[in-house]
């Protein structure tokens, strides 16, 4: 597949950073002419995995959260996250709807959110490297 446009951005992982992370992504994802349905997907999407490098990726140290979107000729969109953090020891229990590691206040349905409103999603993670979520989504030509 031919990229038509790219972005990355770095961002410092503080909860200010998280609207912006959102809204900018949203904007340049609208090139494509999406349905309000399909901008709201990937904002939400991105919400969430950003959120989670905020929350649980720096609990006791602040760090960097690097995004990449990818435009490609076919209207796919490929979203890419990334922290260098603590890292998930148990990706597929950490994907599990309301598993959290972020106490009482988290309700523990990021993955599934992300799950929901894109396409596919896939996590890597390796202890003390960082977590890397990749979001997909296809926006239908009208």
Same mark, same amino acid.
């Given at each position: 597949?031919?990229?038509? &446009?790219?972005?990355?951005?770095?961002?410092?992982?503080?909860?200010?950073?998280?609207?912006?992370?959102? @809204? /900018?992504?949203?904007?340049?994802?609208?090139?494509?002419?999406?349905?309000?349905?399909?901008? /709201?997907?990937?904002?939400?999407?991105? /919400?969430?995995?950003?959120? &989670?490098?905020?929350?649980?990726?720096?609990?006791?140290?602040?760090?960097?959260?690097?995004?990449?979107?990818?435009?490609?000729?076919?209207?796919?969109?490929?979203?890419?996250?990334?922290?260098?953090?603590?890292?998930?020891?148990?990706?597929?229990? @950490?994907?599990?709807?309301?598993?959290?590691?972020?106490?009482?206040?988290? @309700?523990?349905?990021?993955? @599934?959110?992300?799950?929901?409103?894109?396409?596919?999603?896939?996590?890597? /993670?390796?202890?003390?490297k960082g977590t890397?979520?990749?979001?997909?989504?296809?926006?239908?030509?009208?």
């Open positions: 597949m031919k990229v038509k &446009n790219q972005l990355k951005m770095q961002l410092q992982a503080k909860s200010a950073n998280e609207s912006f992370a959102r @809204a /900018s992504i949203g904007a340049f994802v609208a090139q494509l002419d999406p349905t309000i349905e399909e901008i /709201s997907d990937i904002k939400t999407a991105v /919400s969430e995995a950003v959120t &989670n490098c905020i929350i649980h990726a720096y609990k006791n140290f602040s760090g960097e959260i690097y995004i990449t979107v990818k435009i490609f000729e076919n209207n796919k969109v490929k979203i890419v996250i990334r922290d260098k953090g603590c890292g998930i020891d148990d990706v597929n229990k @950490a994907m599990q709807p309301l598993y959290t590691t972020g106490g009482e206040e988290r @309700a523990g349905l990021g993955f @599934a959110v992300m799950q929901s409103f894109c396409d596919k999603i896939r996590v890597i /993670s390796k202890i003390g890397t979520v990749t979001l997909f989504k296809e926006i239908k030509s009208k």
